[in-house]
């Protein structure tokens, strides 16, 4: 009985042992997925606010009034996200001072450097932002590789591409805008407005050269995430979206220039990166769509190991009890049938087969039936007293 039992019991002990093994990962994988799909949900109402803001610094830089109004929209969608998951990524603090920024920049006026300048720190508080989303909600430190390359596509590069794209273009009006060295001026001033010239062609430079690497790191990442996806594509949609992401940076900023020679066109260089930047806004929601349909499936993988390992464990313990109940029930039954043997004749165990006709009766008492010898005493008694038989 207790061999069949200690044999459940042990099978139960090594089932919830692999319960816990199977549990604790998967139970880690699903709650691991749900922050990403909050980060992906917040960086949806980033991607509102950033051509935004671009757009307005372009606007200022160009000596135009900013309307404040243009900001409402976007920074609401921003501070309903951040209400509801800024606690959980640890973003109210910075969103709080980054709105606050925002809101004061169409009043502060100014134009050119003064306006780059303004902005350009908003911007950057904005491209941290999406940094710290990324790190909080654990989408940067995915080890699957198709989240992985899409995070930083739709996180880092494009966001990056369309804030440098906007600088690219600003800096081009300001350093338009920048008086020529005077040769007939003293060499001190002359030095200056040199000085001046090449560190805003080297920042001019720069700008280009930052946006043609984003938009390039971009095709990069999609190739791995192809590379890497077990269907080994994406839809159609996207990839023409990437395909016109990719000509509209290449048109702006051509891969490989560093230096710059001559200063482009204004309105040309607007153009470009009004089309670049068009491209990459439509391209971001296609990759933040593909990015939380792989979440799903990985969530889902996540909850389906839950539920096997819940079911292993009940059916174990359900086959154990049913185990335990039927040995009980055995051992009841064995208990009740079991009949023990009659005991032995109470004066002697006497021998009654030499005794014609006797036997030992059921219960240990003499047979009922006739016995010559005692009927035969019993005549001999009544003959002494006359009486007959």
Do not use: C
């Not at 979440?295 to 292993?312: E, H, N, W, Y």
């Amino acid at each position: 009985m207790f061999a069949p039992l200690a044999l459940q019991i042990i099978t139960v002990i090594a089932v919830i042992a692999m319960f816990a093994l199977v549990w604790g990962p998967r139970s880690d994988d699903s709650d691991l997925h749900g922050r990403e799909q909050g980060g992906v949900e917040y960086v949806a109402a980033l991607n509102k606010l950033l051509p935004v803001l671009v757009d307005a610094q372009s606007t200022a830089v160009q000596g135009n009034p900013v309307a404040k109004d243009s900001f409402k929209e976007p920074l609401d969608a921003v501070a309903a996200v951040d209400e509801k998951f800024g606690s959980d990524f640890g973003t109210s603090n910075r969103w709080s001072g980054l709105r606050a920024r925002i809101e004061t920049l169409p009043e502060q006026g100014g134009e050119g450097l003064g306006a780059f300048k303004n902005f350009g720190e908003a911007t950057d508080l904005l491209l941290a932002l999406y940094q710290q989303v990324a790190q909080a909600s654990g989408l940067r430190n995915d080890g699957d590789g198709v989240i992985s390359y899409l995070q930083d596509a739709a996180l880092e590069e494009i966001p990056a591409a369309i804030v440098w794209s906007g600088r690219y273009q600003d800096q081009v009006v300001i350093t338009s805008a920048l008086t020529p060295p005077d040769r007939n001026a003293p060499q001190e001033t002359y030095n200056s407005q040199a000085a001046q010239i090449s560190a805003a062609f080297t920042e001019l430079a720069v700008s280009r050269q930052v946006a043609s690497e984003a938009g390039g790191d971009v095709a990069s990442d999609m190739a791995a995430a192809v590379d890497n996806s077990g269907s080994g594509t994406f839809s159609t949609t996207l990839l023409q979206s990437l395909d016109e992401f990719q000509r509209g940076i290449e048109a702006l900023a051509p891969p490989g220039e560093v230096g710059l020679s001559t200063i482009p066109r204004v309105a040309d260089v607007a153009k470009q990166r009004a089309a670049a930047q068009k491209a990459a806004v439509e391209l971001d929601p296609l990759l933040l769509d593909e990015l939380s349909s792989q979440i799903d499936d990985r969530k889902g993988s996540a909850d389906t190991g839950r539920v096997m390992a819940i079911a292993l464990l009940a059916i174990a313990i359900l086959a154990t009890v049913a185990s335990l109940l039927f040995l009980l029930v055995s051992a009841r039954r064995s208990r009740s049938e079991t009949v023990e043997a009659p005991p032995a004749y109470e004066h002697g165990n006497l021998d009654y087969s030499g005794y014609p006709g006797g036997s030992q009766p059921p219960g240990g008492s003499h047979s009922m039936g006739a016995d010559p010898y005692r009927d035969a005493g019993r005549d001999a008694r009544r003959e002494r007293v006359g009486v007959p038989r």
